[in-house]
């Protein structure tokens, strides 16, 4: 351990988080490998440690005898300030190694807030900020993740974004990069051909021009830069890796159990949700797959209890058999299955009595809109009267404590739909309390959770304007409002983080400015509410003559050429534009279990989608 982190680490909160030396880290000589690789996750390691994707890549890496990855998180304040009086740069967990020494560091990119927290960790690093100052074969900035999508308002300090999914394409960059090393490559020469590998996006082959109102003109790509870049799609997740074991961390995480993903991708086409649209076409792993990797997991951990993980994890097709194999090792074993992104229609009695075989604690539902009208309106395809039998299946099995989550701000919503969402959350309370056979003396808790709703690229509502930071405002107030005196207890999030985070999601390039200025001004660690300031940021946009609201607030047109436009994440414009049309009249498109609305993205998987499946492919096999 080097001495300075040694002398500094009793003077700080949490000293857990910059050692390193977990159960089933990797331990490599970095001497013996090609390839030095930093995954950094930038936020706090027990943000961190809880992600999946860093606990696939960083053992898919690691599997490699010519690579070597290491994890790097971002320090908290305190340990900022001891690091910087002492001189000590930020280091990777396994060796201590200065980030500034490694081949590739790579930013998985979960949200948009997060953008100057990667140019913290790369100051701190000794990392130049801008890609244009990083000239040779070494440091290169990669990034990948959801934000991925559109990655224009941080082009400037990145080499290169992989786009979907990333365990092929992780590897042919390595494969690339290793060959340009050993040949001695310029930087430049590496990014031309890595430009081709399918996924990969190089920004700076790319020629961003404005029309005098400040749209996007045109992106021109460099020379023989592809046109349009599609993002990789992982086609069978039987056979893909996935690690049959995790890091244990010493401390308390965020998620702190086993975590095994059943499937990618959804089948409801939620007209706000980006992920829904993002991870298409539909790919599901085999109950048997499934239940061997879960086994696995508990066994090399010790965890007791394991996360079945998906966008939707009860329109899995074979949910229900999936429940009754694991039920037969993890209730012998005492491990408890937690069931998260429960769908309200698909909860029933079937399912409670699986869940029955296991462990439980309360219940999340996502609603999204407490009207019908609303529902429609964002294709959530759930009726109150399935909200209502749900609710009273989960009574009638003894569950007395409900969370909701609800969107205020939503396109086309009135402030009668908002006081909708109190309505049905009385609702839910007096049918507990009509249940003849609840336990006497115990109360309902029901928790309402109304986030303000951001539009995202690659969704329906990607042409539409995100509400005033003065109308969600007045909407929360209307909703705190109505609650009080109720059984419900309603919590709603500050309006200016979001206000940001839609800027930066529909952004162009011109924003990169922006960021490096508003980092500059000391702003980082922004999804923080103790850290973010909202008065440094509107500095920023100032300084470089740039409106947020130009961003945030403005509807554009079909025909407006949209910084993401030359990036191909699936869904089509014109299915994206049909989806839009339909919410304006507040009609509902089947899930795609019941009709193929031809969406596009199953032709990034040679025209296959998993969305039809009728029974679990498993059991078929037998």
């Not at 809880?50 to 340990?79: Q, T």
């Not at 529902?375 to 007395?400: G, L, Q, W």
């Not at 989806?579 to 040679?606: I, M, W, Y």
Request: charged content about 30%.
């Amino acid at each position: 351990m080097d001495a300075r982190l040694e002398k500094i680490l009793p003077l700080v909160q949490k000293p857990g988080r910059y050692i390193g030396g977990e159960l089933n880290s990797v331990e490599k000589d970095p001497a013996m490998d090609d390839m030095r690789f930093a995954f950094c996750f930038p936020d706090t390691y027990e943000i961190g440690m809880s992600h999946l994707g860093i606990k696939i890549l960083y053992y898919l890496i690691n599997e490699r005898e010519d690579a070597y990855c290491e994890r790097v998180f971002a320090p908290w304040l305190d340990m900022e300030e001891q690091m910087r009086s002492v001189g000590l740069p930020l280091f990777s967990l396994e060796t201590g190694t200065p980030l500034s020494e490694f081949d590739l560091i790579g930013f998985t990119l979960q949200y948009e807030m997060s953008f100057t927290t990667c140019l913290y960790m790369l100051e701190l690093g000794g990392v130049p900020l801008l890609a244009k100052d990083r000239h040779d074969l070494k440091n290169l900035v990669v990034g990948g993740g959801p934000c991925a999508c559109n990655p224009e308002p941080i082009a400037d300090f990145f080499d290169l974004f992989m786009l979907g999914d990333g365990e092929e394409v992780m590897m042919d960059l390595l494969d690339l990069y290793k060959e340009y090393k050993e040949r001695g490559a310029s930087k430049e020469e590496f990014l031309k051909a890595a430009s081709h590998i399918g996924g990969i996006y190089v920004p700076s082959l790319y020629d961003v021009t404005y029309n005098e109102d400040g749209t996007v003109k045109a992106v021109s790509p460099v020379g023989d830069a592809p046109a349009v870049v599609r993002k990789r799609v992982v086609a069978d997740l039987d056979s893909v890796y996935y690690p049959d074991k995790f890091l244990v961390p010493y401390i308390d995480i965020v998620h702190d159990r086993a975590v095994e993903e059943i499937y990618r991708g959804c089948i409801r086409g939620c007209r706000f949700c980006q992920a829904g649209f993002l991870y298409r076409p539909i790919r599901e792993k085999s109950v048997s797959t499934i239940n061997a990797q879960a086994k696995s997991l508990c066994e090399s951990t010790g965890y007791d209890e394991i996360s079945v993980i998906s966008l939707s994890t009860s329109d899995y097709s074979g949910i229900q058999p999936l429940l009754s194999d694991m039920a037969d090792w993890t209730a012998e074993k005492k491990i408890n299955i937690s069931l998260p992104s429960l769908r309200i229609d698909t909860f029933s009695d079937e399912l409670v009595e699986k869940l029955n075989l296991i462990r439980r604690s309360g219940l999340t539902f996502a609603p999204e809109a407490g009207s019908q009208r609303m529902r429609d309106v964002i294709n959530k395809n759930i009726t109150e009267e399935d909200i209502m039998k749900s609710v009273r299946i989960a009574f009638a099995n003894n569950y007395a404590t409900v969370k909701l989550y609800f969107m205020l701000g939503l396109p086309y919503e009135t402030m009668e739909d908002v006081e909708a969402i109190v309505d049905l959350g009385k609702q839910i309370v007096d049918a507990y309390y009509q249940n003849p056979d609840r336990p006497k003396g115990r109360h309902l808790t029901v928790n309402i959770s109304a986030s303000p709703f951001v539009p995202k690229p690659f969704t329906p509502f990607q042409w539409e304007p995100q509400d005033t930071k003065a109308s969600i405002e007045e909407k929360q107030e209307r909703l705190h409002e109505l609650a009080t005196k109720t059984r419900l207890h309603v919590s709603s999030h500050k309006s200016d983080t979001i206000f940001l985070e839609a800027a930066f999601a529909r952004g162009d390039r011109r924003l990169c400015q922006v960021i490096l200025k508003a980092f500059e001004k000391g702003c980082y660690f922004d999804s923080w509410d103790n850290c973010f300031d909202i008065e440094k940021w509107m500095e920023a946009f100032e300084e470089c003559g740039l409106d947020p609201s130009f961003y945030s607030n403005r509807r554009r047109s079909y025909d407006e050429v949209l910084p993401w436009d030359h990036l191909d994440n699936g869904p089509s414009k014109e299915f994206l534009m049909r989806e839009n049309e339909k919410a304006k009249q507040a009609a509902v498109t089947p899930n795609c279990r019941e009709q193929c609305s031809n969406c596009g993205a199953q032709r990034l998987n040679g025209g296959k989608c998993d969305a039809l499946l009728k029974i679990d492919r498993g059991r078929e096999a037998v």
